[in-house]
């Protein structure tokens, strides 16, 4: 290994405004389950379509309708 590396001609992680964050975030046992019968299904992993979900609410501007009783 090198003493001393040469970065002057390195160039930007292209991807990583791409990268994830982790978090931790509770969701209930039928969610989940929900997600894993659609990860066996579709062969990608649950948290990956989870990701996918939310996303897509995000992205179209998707409101939650709440209504408390």
Not at 51 to 65: D, F, P, R, T, V
Request: charged residues 25%.
């Amino acid at each position: 290994m090198r003493k001393q590396y040469d970065f002057s001609a390195s160039r930007k992680n292209p991807y990583a405004s791409q990268l994830k964050k982790s978090v931790t975030i509770r969701l209930d046992e039928d969610s989940i389950t929900y997600f894993k019968s659609m990860s066996e299904q579709t062969g990608i992993p649950y948290q990956s379509l989870i990701n996918l979900y939310l996303k897509e609410c995000a992205s179209s501007g998707k409101k939650l309708n709440l209504a408390w009783k």
